[in-house]
T-cell receptor, first 107, second 114 residues
């Protein structure tokens, strides 16, 4: 069955430090993976998707099929990056989410 | 442009009372529609999804039901609420972008069952 695992509930870093939010998945087919973000008092929104191979707000994520991972990375964290981050996997018409990681960036 | 509206934003209901959360999408036609629940420590759990009017797929057995009476309207209901139904409910719709489908979320509804 499809599953998304985010092992860290909370990740706390200082401003300027590198950030890596971990995501592992379980899926029998060819995966389509996403990162969603929810800033304080805002709605959940798409951050990036692996198909686009894009960098959004300095974040990147590379799909590693061998390790079944899709970790989200940013070389230098900013205070405005503090938010809840969800990794998600598309399974047919459904989007399956992980439990989320709260990123806290301190000054 | 497309928008999604979800209401009410907050709701406090006694155990055993009915529930109706409504969601409407504007600016698109024949969207896929979703209801998710966000519970502490459990992430986002897909409850129902719909690919068209009257077509509802349930993901988990529960005390809730969903209906899609119109193309852009999705309703989450319960006849008798349980304490365990408390949580944050998110409606979402699926659109298409140049690089695949994007799912857009509403602002959510906080339900507290007392």
């Amino acid at each position: 069955a499809q599953r998304v695992t985010q092992p860290e509930k909370l990740l706390s870093v200082f401003k300027g430090a590198p950030v890596e939010l971990k995501c592992n998945y379980s899926y029998s087919g060819s995966p389509e993976l996403f990162w969603y973000v929810q800033y304080s008092r805002q709605r959940l929104q798409l951050l990036l998707r692996h198909i686009s191979r894009e960098s959004i707000k300095g974040f990147t994520a590379d799909l590693n099929k061998g390790e079944t991972s899709f970790h989200l990375k940013k070389p230098f964290a900013q205070e405005e990056d503090s938010a809840m981050y969800y990794c998600a996997l598309r399974s047919f018409q459904k989007l399956v989410f992980g439990t989320g990681t709260r990123l806290l960036v301190s000054p | 442009s497309q928008t999604i509206h979800q209401w009410p934003a907050t709701l406090v209901q006694p155990v055993g009372s009915p529930l109706s959360l409504e969601c409407t999408v504007e600016g698109t036609s024949n969207p896929n529609l979703y209801w998710y629940r966000q519970a502490a420590g459990r992430g986002l759990q897909l409850l129902f999804y719909s690919v068209g009017i009257g077509q509802i797929s349930s993901e988990v057995p529960q005390n809730l039901s969903a209906s899609r009476p119109q193309d852009r309207q999705f309703i989450l209901s319960s006849k008798k609420l349980l304490l365990s139904d408390s949580g944050f409910y998110l409606c979402a719709w699926e659109g298409k972008t140049g690089t695949g489908n994007t799912i857009y979320f509403g602002e959510g509804s906080w339900l507290t069952v007392v």
